[in-house]
């Protein structure tokens, strides 16, 4: 009897592992959300401003579905796009990008890129994301150079370890960004000061949300913080969420808006669009974009 009782939850175990395997790899991966907050960082009476904000798309040639609905975010209206990094998964991923970010062109924008825009994935074991210490391994060499001169014709602002002033919606718009801090390549010592007084709004960008980089640009006195990178967790436990943010962020703050401690800045993190394609799984965790609506304080 105690036999086969064993045996029988040892089936039902590998049926709720096997379908909860398939509902993260099948269902929940391809459950594109649109997330939307309200940023109160504009001057009094200042009407709102729309930020579409993407990141991690990880995009391969065949993903359509990811591409098509990115390009519908098109629908939004916002007043700036800004991109934060990791869009490519594969040596021939630039015309889906595009395909998916072409509709988006038409609007103002701003990008920093991620390490998975400079070179492509390896297969990596997942539970390594669970250890302190790991070696950081990446593989082929990815076009981001012809994807840099698409946007960057359409008008858009590289802001890797840049910095510039724009007019949005009528209101000036302080930008600033650093270049991957996940893999090395961040300086903002090359775009620190503080933010201008003429300046309406400010914003800066980084891939990989590290604290030592944010901690910057909160004391320079950049309003709202743009990230990506965590994938929210990417597999969450329910009512817990994420066990890793891939960085030095805690966990409480791998996606979405928090007050960044010891100031006044916001940070929005994106839990991303796509997903290591090594592990095409996400887990209470859907893949997002978020719409940021900036009103007054």
Not at 15 to 42: H, I, K
Not at 200 to 214: F, I, Q, W
Request: aromatic fraction near 6%; proline fraction near 8%.
């Amino acid at each position: 009897m105690r036999k086969r009782t064993v045996m029988r939850l040892a089936a039902a175990t590998a049926a709720v592992g096997a379908g909860t395997l398939a509902y993260a790899s099948l269902v929940e991966r391809n459950m594109f959300t649109l997330r939307r907050f309200d940023v109160p960082v504009l001057a009094p009476d200042a009407e709102p401003l729309r930020i579409l904000h993407l990141s991690d798309m990880h995009m391969t040639p065949d993903q359509r579905r990811k591409q098509a609905w990115v390009a519908s975010l098109a629908a939004t209206d916002p007043d700036l796009v800004v991109v934060t990094g990791d869009n490519l998964a594969h040596p021939d991923a630039v015309p889906g990008a595009l395909r998916a970010l072409q509709p988006l062109l038409d609007f103002p924008g701003a990008f920093v890129f991620g390490s998975n825009d400079y070179r492509g994935p390896v297969w990596k074991n997942p539970l390594s994301y669970l250890l302190p210490e790991r070696e950081y391994v990446q593989g082929v060499d990815l076009p981001y150079e012809d994807l840099r001169e698409v946007l960057l014709g359409a008008g858009w602002a590289d802001l890797n370890n840049a910095r510039t002033s724009t007019k949005i919606g009528g209101r000036v718009v302080e930008l600033a960004g650093v270049d991957d801090p996940h893999i090395g390549r961040d300086d903002w010592d090359q775009v620190a000061g503080p933010v201008p007084e003429q300046a309406d709004l400010s914003v800066a960008l980084t891939h990989s949300p590290e604290p030592r980089v944010l901690d910057r640009m909160a004391a320079d006195g950049f309003d709202l913080l743009l990230a990506g990178h965590t994938h929210g967790g990417q597999v969450c436990v329910p009512f817990v969420g994420a066990l890793v943010t891939n960085c030095e962020l805690p966990t409480s703050m791998a996606k979405g808006l928090h007050r960044w401690p010891g100031s006044d800045s916001w940070l929005h993190v994106s839990a991303g669009i796509g997903t290591h394609p090594t592990a095409p799984i996400r887990f209470a965790c859907r893949p997002e974009a978020s719409l940021l609506t900036l009103i007054p304080r």
